[in-house]
């Protein structure tokens, strides 16, 4: 008889057959859980694909799967703004480099650095010795010329009295007109070096040319100046009024200046840089002569008061520019405002909320965007319920879910319903803000 086992113990190996049908059916097995795998893959991609643009759960229509909350606004009849949007640049109406026009050493700064000084407030002084001693030089030269041609007057008129009498010559008399017109020359001549010395002491007191700020000292006190000094004493920036230079598109040119050539104050708001607090308001105050070829703009100056000194030379501002002010607008939140193809047409549209709570797909027609509002041409009239949030979840026949405080709509408006189907338009390119 064969025995199973060695002479250890050992149990036989299994035939090789049984081995090649274990590995079968593993990798039978592998293939058919990457089918169920791709299967369920393909129909969650199916059942995104099928959502409504926007966003759409796809429940069904009327939204089987419960009321949608959402936020709410009711459209309204108002003003709007149109701004012109611009990044401008604080300048100073006078920036002035206060430099000596004598040489002289710094005797004294007389202003603190930073400090607001006024026009013909004194700056520094230079030493004034050296000027007064030549205004002193000069007034002797003066008087000496003086008495000079006093005394040549005298001579002139008793020569003429003696060539009445024939006791001179002619000659001798003409000679002593020419010295009488020598000594007025040389008389004329001394009060211009007078006047000159006196204006050469007048510059040894620095004085500001403007109002404005002083910046940092470029000489310390006791250093010899000269008019040929580059960096001057003290830059002096005018502040209190400021401007700002802004340019915008050479498209809103012919409106612009059309504006200021009927006389009409234009309104100019200036912003931080992240355009969110509100610095200062002002004026325009004119347009550049020429446009810009290269960048296709006009460059604008407004002007502002500055009281409190919150605009700083050279700083970077948002600038806001009031162009017009629309009347009788039809006004909706911009986070309304959506962007998709309901229909299978690339449109603009919103989210229609009607009396049994269910929304409705409406195209519209944007106007002017002015920061968290919009103006709609077409498609919507006043009293009508927007969606403002929770439209990323909604399709058209949706039921939502409307806030606690909320009325329910009243029937559409016949007008609204005839300018449903509008196509879109296109609002101005340089609103305020572009809807989302």
Known sequence: MINDQDDFGAAAPPPRGLSKRLRLVLIAAVVVVALVGLVLFIRHIQNKSQAAPGGGSGRGPGGQGGPIPVSIATASTGDIELRIPALGTVTPLATVTVKTQISGILQKIAFTEGQLVHQGEMLAQIDPRPYEAAVQQMEGNLRRDQALLADAKLDLKRYEGLVKEDSIAVQQLDTQRALVDQYEGTIESDQGQLQTAKVNLIYTRIVSPVNGRVGLRQVDQGNYVTPGDANGIVVVNQVQPITVIFPVPEDDVPALAKQVHDGNTLEVDAYDRTNSAKLAGGKLLTLDNQIDTTTGTVKL???????????????????????EVLKNQIIMPNSAVRRGAPNGVVTTFVYIVNADSTVTVRPITLGVVDGERAAVTQGLAAGEM????????LRDGAKVQLPQNAAAPAAAPAAAKKGAGAPNGQHRKHAHANPQ
């Open 301 to 323: 100056r407004a002007s502002f008061e500055n009281a409190d000194g919150v605009l700083f030379p050279n700083q970077f501002v948002n600038i806001q520019l009031l162009q």
């Open 386 to 393: 927007v969606v403002t949030e929770g439209g990323d979840r």
